[in-house]
């Protein structure tokens, strides 16, 4: 009976710690997060703010500019762009 508590109290956090684990790393790569080295992208995504049902509001960063952009459900569209060092400071 004691080996039982001793194997229980081994294995049971071991088991606990890898559904951590593997979870956390699901999320990661689910979400698109770097989980190694960084990869550098032309285009980053700075902020979304969602305005209502399938509607985002979101500043992108490309090519030395900052893009902000309406996004829905069936486009895109480009609301105005400004130079990236006039935003930085």
């Keep these: 009976m004691g080996i039982y508590f001793l194997k229980l109290v081994i ?3 071991l088991v606990g710690g890898l559904a951590w684990a593997s979870l956390w ?7 698109g997060l770097p989980v190694g080295r ?6 980053r995504l700075i902020d979304a703010v969602p305005l209502g049902t399938g509607s985002k509001l979101a ?8 893009l902000l952009v309406a996004v829905t459900r069936g486009q895109v569209t480009l609301l ?6 006039f935003i930085d400071g």
């Design 59 to 66: 500043v992108v960063s490309f090519d030395d500019r900052e």
């Design 11 to 13: 294995l049971l956090p």
């Design 25 to 31: 790393l699901w999320k990661r790569v689910q979400l």
């Design 80 to 85: 105005t762009e400004a130079r990236a060092e």
């Design 38 to 43: 960084v990869q550098e992208r032309p285009v």
